[in-house]
């Protein structure tokens, strides 16, 4: 049973640029998660997709997005990089149930 | 809103010695209660979780938490540690569920890296 695989494993911008991180969820199960963790901190919560549609948001500015699709997998997109955008992003999904599920993470770098 | 707050950044215990990680939480009501663990450059790995029901939950790898509502923690516990347990970890909590089923997302403490001495 494969777990929750996030695409890609490392990447590297520049300031001003956009990127899209990807997941997948564990199979069965219907909610995505997205968090950020920057370095030595713990993950905070960016925002919540179920059934195609985001459903609570965490503290972060609109440059943020994201997208479900009807296969449940998810998309995380960020807008006009700025160096603090870098950290490790993480992807958790979960069935109908409180408990979430997290993929390795995919490290962004903004130079 | 709910706040979690892991008063350790740092603990060393030597092999085979007993561990106790710290959390505390912030919020009107019981949450739901979690520990992660995450190794270096890893996701994080679910260990344990409190909803309801016996206050003293077991979780993979030999750790338990107890949970104490008059103190407001969920403090986790193993007997004896293992020089594969240095990693960090993380207690966080949830406080809202779905009518149709899920829950919000987590409210994660800052951490507590655990150092194993031999």
């Known amino acids: 049973d494969a777990g929750v695989t996030q695409s890609p494993t490392h990447l590297i911008k520049t300031r001003g640029q956009q990127v899209t991180l990807r997941c997948s969820p564990k199979?069965?199960?219907?909610?995505v998660s997205w968090y950020q963790q920057a370095l030595g901190q713990g993950p905070q919560f960016i925002f919540q997709?179920?059934?195609?549609?985001?459903?609570q948001r965490g503290n972060f500015p609109d440059r943020f997005s994201g997208h479900q699709f009807p296969n449940y997998s998810s998309e995380l997109n960020v807008n006009a990089l700025l160096l603090g955008d870098s950290a490790l992003y993480l992807c958790a999904s979960s069935p109908r149930t409180n408990t979430q599920y997290f993929g390795p993470g995919t490290r962004l770098t903004v130079l | 809103a709910q706040s979690v707050t892991q008063p350790d950044i740092h603990i060393t215990v030597s092999e085979g010695a007993s561990l106790e990680l710290r959390c505390n939480y912030s919020?009107?009501?019981?949450?739901?209660l979690f520990w992660y663990v995450q190794s270096p450059g890893q996701g994080l790995q679910l260990l344990l979780k409190y909803f309801s029901g016996d206050t003293l939950v077991q979780g993979i790898k030999g750790f338990e938490a107890e949970f104490k509502r008059s103190q407001s923690s969920f403090n986790l516990r193993k007997p004896s540690v293992h020089w594969s347990d240095a990693a960090e970890y993380f207690c966080a909590v949830g406080v809202r569920v779905y009518s149709g089923g899920g829950a919000d997302g987590l409210t994660f403490g800052k951490g507590t890296h655990l150092i194993i001495q031999p």
């Open positions: 199979s069965g199960h219907d909610t």
């Open positions: 997709y179920y059934e195609e549609e985001e459903r």
């Open positions: 919020y009107g009501a019981t949450p739901y």
